[in-house]
């Protein structure tokens, strides 16, 4: 599971403890809420099927999937499917293949969710073995159903410009200079990665 509301408040009062704009942002924003997925294939699934369309589009999606093949917690239910099928159902060529991926991996135990390594990159790497599991989806995975506390997407624009924005910056900060500034927060990174989602989201300033 993900991080708690305990665990991010903690994470968030030594962050502020060793850069003071975030105890500012802290005080404007509030803490954010907690943002926790299961653990296993089925939210990687729902990451897949939800990828470049709206919430709406997705969970309608989901929804024909479940009705026409039943139980999508097991892979096998994907396999038993084909690219014709799932496409009936509302599912791009592209993502039918990074279903059928992902369901192999698991089913074969090639990837093997329970038993993911310890450490973060190698997590991070296994994970992109499968189709259309890209370096954010994995960190989005370690961190909201694995509760990672270091996790540190900062490759996702939103941190990127929240980020800038409680530091004062002028410009949005690029992807490198965002990993630079936020070594000194280990090992909270992944609550810095929730508040500025929040953040962001409040149009704080």
Not at 49 to 54: L, P
Not at 160 to 176: L, N, T
Not at 183 to 203: E, L
């Amino acid at each position: 599971m993900g991080l708690t509301s305990d665990q991010l408040k903690t994470a968030l009062d030594a962050v502020a403890a060793i850069e003071p704009l975030y105890g500012k942002a802290l005080v404007e924003a509030g803490y954010p809420e907690p943002r926790i997925r299961p653990r296993g294939y089925e939210t990687l699934l729902r990451t897949i099927v939800g990828q470049q369309v709206s919430f709406k589009a997705a969970a309608s999606i989901w929804g024909k999937l479940e009705a026409g093949l039943g139980d999508l917690t097991d892979p096998a239910t994907i396999l038993r499917s084909n690219e014709e099928e799932l496409r009936s159902f509302g599912l791009s060529r592209q993502k039918q293949s990074y279903a059928l991926s992902l369901a192999g991996l698991i089913d074969s135990g090639t990837l093997d969710l329970t038993a993911l390594p310890a450490d973060d990159e190698e997590a991070i790497t296994l994970l992109t073995r499968a189709k259309g599991i890209g370096r954010w989806s994995a960190e989005i995975y370690l961190l909201f159903a694995e509760g990672r506390a270091d996790i540190w997407p900062a490759g996702d624009l939103a941190v990127q410009i929240d980020v800038g924005q409680v530091m004062g910056w002028a410009e949005r900060p690029s992807e490198k200079q965002v990993r630079a500034v936020a070594d000194a927060w280990r090992p909270h990174r992944g609550a810095v990665a929730i508040f500025a989602w929040h953040h962001y989201k409040t149009g704080v300033v």
